[in-house]
């Protein structure tokens, strides 16, 4: 009896220890847990290279020939001139703020001029009134309107109804234009997302013809020259290939210069490292800063900024809360929220919020673009190269 009593007490204790391991188990599970980016197979890693390429091409860069292929044929001819756009630039915001009156006086003369059918003179008053006053929910939405209506451009008028929506949400007629715009834009980006879905399939068959290395090369070269060159880099694609091919001076061109070339070449070789991670931290992103700004500003780089900055019109968070931002900025980036957007969506919110944040003294928009290429990479997508001209 005695010996039955003490197996059952056993057996008792090794319950509740089994227990107690199972539930502490779940809540370190449950506390700790990381969401993972959903990724795709890595297909358009090898577009950054893990090397630095041999002298082994002649100077300049040699375009690719290939008349039959539309998305390879002249790269180095498309991607080196600006492309003429009928796109309409709104809401220069670097003028100083209009008093209440003289915003008044110049929307009203805006919607005079487009009722008596002279556009060219309303498109111009309205957008001296949205320069002016750009946070004037009336003005974006009749600036929206106008747009809509005049020039068919729905896609800037709903951004403009979202805008005057954001400064004052019980706006009625931006609620009711918004209702009615928002689904055509979201049908659109689903035409345009299904667009770039067919071709990024064709550019997976090209990758794998020998001919495609060339193309690879000049894509590596061409990106780092125009990443640089948003910033204001003079170095040409020759200059910055020559340089990171041999490691020499480039004469007349600044310390400065060679260091951000160098640096963003770190930059996208650590990218191609997380590309097969399963988790984006504030750990990986400071790594990024790092090697963008290491060696041009080592004592700033990799460091969330401790002081007030400007962006042209733009005044970004307060240093001090910079780091909760961060916080939040990292929980949405691995949250299943952002994970099921279209990549390309995805990619583009990424970059959009970081850049608002501003988290850096100098190096958020390439830091911004490197992660909104590391989000597309991991999805298996091709990365995006910003031109220089287009920025």
Known sequence: MNIFVIIISVLLS??????????????????????SIKSDVPAFEDLIPSYRYS??????????????????NDLNSVLSQPKKTDEINIIKTDKAAGTDSEVYNTLQAAIAFK?????????????HAAAIAPENADVLNWYGEFLEQQHQDVVTA????????????????????????????????????????????FLKRRMKLDTFDTVKKQAYYLHIY????????????????????????ITGKSIVEHNEVLGLEKAMQYIKLLVRSDYIDIKEILGIHRRVMGHVDPISSGVFRDEKVFVGSHMPPPHDQVPLLMESYVEWLNSEEAQSMHPVRYAALAHYKLVDIHPFVDGNGRTSRLIMNLILLKAGYPPIMVLKEQR
């Open 158 to 201: 709903d951004e403009l109804y979202f805008k005057a929506l954001t400064y004052s949400p019980d706006h009625k007629a931006a609620l009711m234009n918004r209702q009615r715009t928002a689904p055509v834009v979201e049908g659109l980006d689903y035409k345009l997302f299904t667009t770039i879905d067919a071709r990024k399939e």
């Open 55 to 72: 002298n082994d091409l002649n100077y300049p860069v040699q375009t690719v020939e290939d008349n039959d292929d539309m998305v390879l």
């Open 226 to 249: 125009h990443t640089v060159g948003i910033e204001g880099n003079t170095m040409t694609v020759e200059q910055l290939r020559y340089l990171l091919e041999t490691g020499q001076v």
């Open 14 to 35: 090794v319950i509740c220890v089994l227990l107690a391991l199972l539930q502490h188990y779940y809540f370190i599970n449950k506390l700790y847990k990381t969401h």
């Open 115 to 127: 009722l008596s059918g002279k556009s060219h003179k309303a498109m111009k008053l309205f957008e």
